[in-house]
């Protein structure tokens, strides 16, 4: 085995490890109900699917070298028309992400959330009334 398949065998390795600790990049903004834009799950979407590619295809892992930011360019501009077709896959893969996140609890504790700013709001509005008079 050459250095340069033991170069790109480590690349992989690399690039996989990281990936699989970056998709709490998408998962930890939805299950705080914060939400996440579609650029970056279709830079995420594009970068496994240069990780699928490499092994399936049979080419050498060093092609990640330059799959890898191409899959950052053409995720970021996919609000641009003809990568806005990213968008339809990459909705898919954002729910295959997140599976077993619980909504029904992230919605009830937004709304018990905003329910609790609401009435402090009222309560220190009539607060600062009750001053004015």
Not at 89 to 100: D, K, T
Request: aromatic residues 12%; proline residues 6%.
């Amino acid at each position: 085995m050459s250095i340069v398949a033991i170069l790109g065998y480590l690349v992989y390795f690399i690039i996989l490890i990281n990936f699989f600790r970056s998709i709490s990049v998408i998962r930890n903004p939805v299950r705080e109900g914060i939400g996440i834009t579609k650029p970056t799950v279709n830079i995420h979407m594009l970068s496994f699917i240069s990780l699928i590619v490499i092994p399936l295809v049979g080419l050498p892992p060093l092609h990640l070298v330059w799959m890898i930011p191409l899959s950052f360019l053409f995720g970021y501009y996919s609000y641009v028309a003809p990568l806005s077709l990213l968008n339809i896959p990459g909705a898919l893969y954002a729910r295959l992400v997140c599976i077993g996140i619980q909504y029904e609890e992230i919605f009830k504790e937004k709304i018990i959330e905003k329910g609790f700013e609401e009435i402090t709001n009222r309560y220190l509005d009539s607060i600062k009334s009750e001053d004015k008079k």
